[in-house]
């Protein structure tokens, strides 16, 4: 491609969305639900997500999520410049519909995994993570 | 089921305490005649199984004077309940005469005059007569170790925890969970837990690689008691690397778990257990709502933030009980465990009057023997104090405040950010300060005094982070700690907003300004979780500046304007 002035200042352009106004990043988290669930009503329900109150280092934040009738789960960070962070997809002969993964999160928000069961509906859990300077415990 | 009758049962135990002494007693002799070692220890063996817990000692082998905290905040549910209720209003729930025994042991207020009645209270040679004499009532009481005993004392430092480890392995403990023990880092933590005589326990000490529980810390232990299977199930301090320096135990993962916890109690009622005690180190607030997430556990001995209650608090069907801090405390437990349940229990929190209690001579012998060769650097007098030096209080405490004092000079700071932790113990009016005195309340692994630059809008986030540590609703979001001490800066704090909103009115004390956010401040600190911070030690630093005064005075600080308590 020939970087023409007119491209180089786009360029510049979207970096500074992506940095400086994450929630208008490409994908927002109501766009990526939306696309997910077809826009069906989410209940809450046969889902559990497991994450630390308080993250011991932001950059690598152990997540669980469990569901035995899910189909698929979604985990969304929803404070992150690029909320979707996975989405497991479970068949029929897996024997346990979980799934653990770390993930990086950019600060103190919520944390959001979305089932689709095999009945078709959708269910959500949410856990805010904390992410702190840390450095004064008694 | 917990009966009312039992309840009662409680505070009479408490009150025992009581009804010895009264105002204008307060003499010396007078107040020690008034109290005797049987009447302290005073119990009636009660049921079948006897607890006994210790916690947050931080290495005090000697009795020292400890001023317990007058502004201790509670917020959302926990705004006006027990713990966050302090002085005179404390006296006034539990039904503690002015003057009395009690009031000088549990509360703030006019601590001085009633300090120079009752005398020091703790050490650790004390602690063992009461509970042999526990022992000797109930010769299988178990006795459990809340953590927080491996640090914070010259001797400590100096052996690397070896002197807490003699000396605690002499009382016989039955198991222990964990804080400040990981900040000798891994490697010595791993020597002396292989080596210990005793269970090292922790639910939520997880390998971090691969997020799964740690060898080295069971989760829980089976104890064969009076005919009845205890389960005492561990909980470390959840926020270990956060509050602390992570990189000194790097293969170290904490956290809450109260899932895991869930499971752990399910897995030991599954395998008989008919009584399931927490011996933890979450904090008060953090234990009461983890009492009402996990079912089936009917004891909490709680730890780490450091009070002491003269009852138990209920949630539901499970007990809290918390034991203060260093060695103020003994708490005495005993439980009525039939047909697979716990059907009542009576307690008492045994304050530890030293010169009411005997010291035990085998204990005292090996207490003097780690110091001994320690002796003469420990009583070096370094200066004298015309005020009251204490620490606990949730912004401000003197020896902070003079330890602030210590960092502007010495270091020629504008600003002294100076660590919110509630250990160390208190020291009169007209006492001298001795180096083991300035090690009491500085001694830690990683105590470089650091000199850097911030701005203002840096110091913002630093003052919002730790707030919320404190203040933010919920429990399970607190760290345990209290307000970071700041020194040259004066704000304005309203615990009721967000985090972001609750700090404002920053002021640079020396010229009266506000503080610039865009501006950069010569700040002086220690006890940096980062790795690689470079400064002198802070005991160096605060020697040096009390050797200068000769005679330290330290005047009240009104920085702080709280605002929503």
């Known amino acids: 491609m020939e970087l023409t002035r007119r491209n180089a200042l786009l360029m510049g352009a979207s970096a500074f969305v992506v940095a400086g106004l994450p929630l208008q990043a490409a994908t927002t988290p109501e766009e990526a639900i939306a696309a997910f669930t077809g826009g069906a009503e989410i ?28 189909v698929e789960i979604m985990v969304l960070a929803l404070g992150n ?43 959500q859990a949410a856990a805010t993570v904390k992410v702190t300077i840390g450095g004064c415990g008694g | 089921m917990i009966s009312r009758r039992d309840f009662l049962q409680t505070s009479m135990a408490a009150s025992a305490l009581l009804g010895a002494s009264g105002f204008g007693q307060w003499g010396r002799l007078a107040a020690q005649q008034a109290l005797t070692q049987d009447q302290l220890l005073q119990f009636e063996t009660f049921g079948n199984v006897s607890l006994i817990h210790v916690t947050d000692i931080h290495a005090q082998l000697k009795p020292i004077y400890f001023r317990e905290p007058s502004i201790n905040i509670g917020v959302g549910d926990n705004k006006g309940a027990v713990p966050h209720v302090t002085g005179a209003e404390f006296r006034k729930m539990y039904g503690i005469a002015d003057g009395s025994p009690s009031h000088y042991a549990l509360s703030s207020g006019d601590f001085e005059a009633l300090a120079r009645g009752y005398g020091r209270v703790g050490g650790l040679d004390r602690v063992a007569t009461v509970i042999n004499q526990i022992r000797a009532d109930r010769p299988d009481a178990l006795l459990l170790d809340g953590g927080d005993t491996w640090h914070g004392s010259y001797t400590c430092y100096h052996t690397q925890g070896q002197d807490m480890v003699d000396v605690m392995n002499a009382l016989k403990p039955d198991a222990m969970t964990f804080h400040w023990e990981f900040t000798l880092g891994s490697d010595r933590v791993n020597e002396i837990v292989e080596g210990l005589p005793f269970a090292a326990l922790g639910q939520n000490i997880f390998d971090a690689e691969w997020d799964e529980p740690a060898e080295l810390f069971p989760p829980y232990k089976f104890f064969e008691r009076g005919g009845v299977k ?49 011996l933890s180190h979450n904090g008060f607030d953090v234990d009461k709502k983890m009492a009402g997430i996990v079912s089936g556990i009917d004891v909490i001995l709680s730890g780490h933030t450091h009070d002491a209650l003269p009852e138990p608090v209920l949630v539901g069907e499970t007990v809290i009980v918390a034991s203060g801090s260093n060695g103020k405390f003994v708490s005495r437990v005993d439980l009525d465990v039939r047909d697979g349940r716990m059907m009542g229990f009576r307690h008492k929190l045994i304050p530890i009057f030293s010169d009411v209690i005997t010291p035990d001579p085998e204990v005292a012998a090996v207490i003097d023997g780690v110091r001994t060769p320690y002796l003469d650097a420990l009583t070096e007098v370094i200066g004298k104090t015309d005020s009251l030096l204490y620490r606990r209080g949730n912004f401000n405490g003197t020896w902070d405040d003079l330890i602030c004092d210590a960092l502007l000079s010495e270091r020629e700071a504008d600003i002294a950010l100076s660590p919110g932790v509630r250990w160390g113990p208190s020291i009169l009016p007209g006492q001298d300060i001795t180096r083991e005195d300035i090690w009491n309340v500085t001694s830690m692994s990683y105590g470089a005094a650091y000199r850097t630059e911030m701005t203002g809008e840096f110091l913002h986030v630093v003052l919002e982070d730790v707030a919320d540590n404190l203040f933010n609703p919920d429990p399970y979001y607190q760290q345990g700690g209290d307000m970071v001490r700041t020194g040259g800066l004066g ?41 690689g911070t470079e400064g002198p030690q802070i005991w160096d ?25």
């Open chain 1, 43 to 70: 209940g809450e329900g046969d889902i559990t997500l497991t994450a630390p109150e308080i993250a011991e280092n932001g950059n690598t934040v152990p997540i669980e999520v469990a569901s035995e009738t899910a």
């Open chain 1, 81 to 123: 410049p690029t909320p979707p962070v996975a989405t497991f997809k479970f068949g029929k002969l897996a024997a346990s519909r979980a799934a653990s993964t770390r993930i990086r999160l950019a600060g103190t928000q919520d944390v959001v995994a979305i089932a689709k069961l095999e009945d078709g509906s959708f269910v």
């Open chain 2, 230 to 278: 205890v389960a005492v199930i561990g909980q470390a301090f959840p926020y270990m690397p956060i509050a602390n320096p992570g990189w000194m135990f790097p293969e170290y993962a904490f956290g809450i778990r109260d899932e895991n916890m869930q499971e752990m109690v399910d897995q030991v009622r599954s395998e008989g257990a008919e009584l399931v005690v927490v």
């Open chain 2, 491 to 531: 704000y304005r704090i309203d615990i009721t907003q967000p985090q972001g909103s609750r700090i404002t009115e920053m002021t640079l004390l020396k010229t009266g300004e506000k503080i610039d956010p865009a501006k950069t401040y010569q700040v002086a600190g220690w006890a940096s979780v980062n790795e």
């Open chain 2, 541 to 565: 630093v605060v020697e040096s500046h009390i050797a200068k005064q000769g005679t330290v005075t330290v005047s009240p600080n009104t920085s702080v304007n709280v605002v929503g308590a």
